[in-house]
């Protein structure tokens, strides 16, 4: 599954019951590390690839 369909999943499935707040950090072996946390306790935590987010970016791109 892709990285913007699971964060959307999340966000529609948690947003009436929270807020979301995310951050993503640099790591040295893999990329990127996604924490998205909704205030009532819901975290979803992925790694992202450097591959994986240019590839999200440009469907992102692509739909506008």
Do not use: H, Q
């Not at 790694?47 to 994986?52: G, Q, S």
């Amino acid at each position: 599954m892709r990285l913007l369909s699971e964060v959307e999943i999340l966000s529609t499935t948690t947003a009436p019951i929270g807020s979301l707040t995310a951050d993503a950090t640099t790591t040295a072996w893999s990329g990127y590390l996604l924490i998205v946390a909704c205030s009532c306790g819901v975290v979803f935590v992925r790694c992202v690839t450097p591959e994986e987010a240019d590839a999200d970016l440009l469907r992102l791109a692509s739909l506008n």
